[in-house]
C-alpha cells in the first residue's frame, strides 16, 4: 500500500520556523522526483517546491525563494520541506507528492499572532 505521512505542520508566530516531514512507504522512493503543493483557505492548489530523485537540483515558487529548502533522504525514504521566515500568507495545508502520482493527506500549517 502507497503511502505519504505528512507531519510538522502546526500554528507558528509571524517570522517563525518549521520542518515539515513526509514519509514514504509502498513504492520506490527513489525512482520519484517529489513536491510540495499547498492549499490556502478558499483557495486553489498552489505548487512551492520540487527535488528531483537523488536532490540534485531543486526547485521553488517566487513566492517562497529564499524562505523554504526542499531535501529529501532516500535512506529514510523521506522528504523535508524547512520553512523559515514564515507569512501570514503562508498559512495554508501542505501536501507531498510523488511525481503527481501519489498524494499524502496534508498537513496545516497556520501562521498568526
Known amino acids: 500500500e502507497v503511502q505519504l505521512l505528512e507531519s510538522g505542520g502546526g500554528l507558528v508566530q509571524p517570522g517563525g520556523s518549521l520542518r515539515l516531514s513526509c514519509a514514504a512507504s509502498?513504492?520506490?522512493?527513489?525512482?520519484?522526483?517529489m513536491s510540495w503543493v499547498r492549499q490556502a483557505p478558499g483557495k486553489g492548489l498552489e505548487w512551492v517546491s520540487a527535488?528531483?530523485?537523488?536532490?540534485?537540483?531543486?526547485y521553488y515558487a517566487d513566492s517562497v525563494k529564499g524562505r523554504f529548502t526542499i531535501s529529501r533522504n532516500n535512506a529514510k525514504n523521506t522528504v523535508y520541506l524547512q520553512m523559515n521566515s514564515l507569512k501570514p500568507e503562508d498559512t495554508a495545508v501542505y501536501y507531498c507528492?510523488?511525481?503527481?502520482?501519489?498524494w499524502g493527506q496534508g498537513t496545516q500549517v497556520t501562521v498568526s499572532s
Open positions: 527535488i528531483t530523485w537523488n536532490g540534485g537540483s531543486t
Open positions: 507528492n510523488a511525481r503527481y502520482t501519489y
Open positions: 509502498g513504492f520506490i522512493f527513489d525512482d520519484y522526483a
